[in-house]
């Protein structure tokens, strides 16, 4: 399975339109190669490189078996149109939260998983809830690491 994005490749900088610098967006993502049996997607964006640990900027659930990307901009609802659930980010806000660094060159990685089941959670979980019920669940990952420095 592969994810990519036509904002930035992989490594690359990502453009401050996905940034707190910018309109703070979800950048356009889009894979392939998803197994057989795949039941949902669930994705997790985070940032290695912060001061007090790891940062939470993303956490999205319950996307339906037959997509195949996430628009740019996608809503900071609980429950997306056409399907998907998202979670709480370390902004403690639903959605996406766009790089922020205090200074420095940041890693974000963007975490897709394949899983065999919905996992119909509440919206507005942790990363670390939403770990937990994959266990046992994925079928295939795979993942996009862009960069930003402020």
């Given at each position: 399975?592969?994810?990519?994005?036509?904002?930035?490749?992989?490594?690359?900088m990502?453009?401050?339109?996905?940034?707190?610098?910018?309109?703070?967006?979800?950048?356009?993502?889009d894979?392939s190669g998803?197994?057989?049996?795949?039941?949902?997607?669930?994705?997790?964006?985070?940032?290695?490189?912060?001061p007090m640990?790891?940062?939470?900027?993303?956490?999205?659930?319950?996307?339906?078996?037959?997509?195949t990307?996430?628009?740019e901009?996608?809503t900071?609802?609980?429950?997306?149109?056409?399907?998907?659930?998202q979670?709480?980010?370390?902004f403690?806000?639903?959605?996406?939260?766009?790089?922020?660094?205090?200074?420095?060159?940041?890693?974000?990685f963007f975490?897709?998983?394949?899983?065999?089941?919905?996992?119909?959670?509440?919206?507005?979980?942790?990363?670390?809830?939403l770990?937990?019920?994959?266990?046992?669940?994925?079928?295939?990952?795979?993942?996009?690491?862009?960069?930003?420095?402020r």
């Amino acid at each position: 399975m592969e994810i990519t994005s036509s904002a930035f490749g992989s490594g690359e900088m990502i453009p401050a339109k996905y940034t707190c610098d910018g309109a703070d967006f979800s950048p356009p993502l889009d894979w392939s190669g998803s197994p057989a049996g795949t039941k949902s997607f669930a994705l997790v964006c985070d940032d290695p490189d912060a001061p007090m640990g790891t940062w939470v900027h993303w956490v999205i659930f319950d996307i339906p078996p037959s997509a195949t990307m996430l628009a740019e901009g996608i809503t900071r609802e609980k429950d997306l149109p056409g399907g998907g659930t998202q979670g709480i980010n370390d902004f403690r806000k639903i959605g996406y939260g766009g790089p922020c660094p205090p200074g420095g060159t940041h890693r974000y990685f963007f975490k897709l998983y394949a899983l065999d089941t919905m996992l119909d959670l509440k919206p507005g979980i942790t990363k670390d809830q939403l770990l937990k019920a994959l266990r046992g669940h994925i079928l295939a990952e795979a993942q996009l690491m862009g960069t930003y420095r402020r």
